[in-house]
């Protein structure tokens, strides 16, 4: 009897441990969010859709006065991007995007793909359609989320504490409103204005020339007294006099 009810006790522990180890084989490696997941390592000389993802996480990583390309080629300049990113964040900084890189990003992206410190909001107080400026809806929003991106490599920079934005995208009924230049780069979605808080404006119109903006305008430029601009423009212009840029 004794023997029997060992037996059954055992079978039953058995079938449960067996329950559990299936449970845990059959289940599928844990997403990182519902934003984007890496199915691959990547490192110099590859392409595809994935590269030009992980070229956005690392856009403010470009170093001073670049801008990088996100061009779904993972050339040196792009290797050059991780490796600063890395570094930043106290990873091995070898130039190849593993799964300490994806995790490090995952931790730093929202489910919308926008870095944690940032968001669509924030950068569009305009419209919610991202409509009605000099580029598509889609294309006005992709280059918010890449300025929010250099934001945040700029952010992390500066030690982490918040950076105010004033003015992102804007339609031309928008930007008219504001009395904005006709030409200006708030109708393409990059444009961003910063307000002074935990930095001055100086010492964001400065920091941002190692983030990947082409355009930086502050104190001692006309307009600009009251805040910094960054935006992609084609080619660079720099200029806040009174921040010796």
């Known amino acids: 009897m004794l023997r029997g009810t060992v037996r059954l006790i055992l079978s039953v522990v058995m079938l449960a441990a067996a329950a559990l180890v299936g449970t845990v084989t059959t289940a599928g ?46 050339g040196p300049a792009t290797a050059a ?30 489910a919308d793909c926008t870095p944690a410190h940032f968001s669509y909001a924030e950068l569009n107080r305009c419209n919610s359609t991202w409509s009605g400026g000099a580029v598509s809806a889609a294309t006005a929003k992709r280059n918010a989320l890449i300025s929010m991106w250099k ?16 003015s992102g995208f804007r339609s031309y009924s928008c930007n008219s409103a ?14 961003v204005d910063l307000g002074a808080g935990s930095h001055t404006l100086c010492r964001m119109a400065q920091q941002a020339r190692y983030h990947g903006f082409r355009g930086i305008l502050g104190p001692g430029y006309p307009g600009h007294n009251d805040h910094t601009h960054v935006d992609h423009r084609s080619s660079r212009f720099w200029s806040a006099p009174s921040c010796g840029i």
């Open 81 to 110: 991007a991780v490796k600063r990113f890395q570094a930043a964040y106290g990873l091995s900084a070898d130039g190849v995007a593993g799964p300490q890189t994806f995790s490090k990003i995952y931790a730093l992206q929202d």
């Open 151 to 166: 934001l945040e490599a700029m952010r992390h920079a500066l030690g982490d504490a918040p950076i105010r934005v004033t």
């Open 29 to 74: 490696p844990a997403q990182a969010d519902t934003c984007y997941t890496w199915n691959r390592t990547l490192s110099q000389g590859m392409s595809g859709s994935d590269v030009a993802e992980l070229q956005v996480r690392v856009s403010g990583y470009p170093g001073y006065g670049n801008v990088l390309a996100i061009d779904g080629s993972y």
């Open 178 to 191: 504001v009395g904005g230049s006709s030409n200006s780069r708030h109708l393409y979605g990059d444009g």
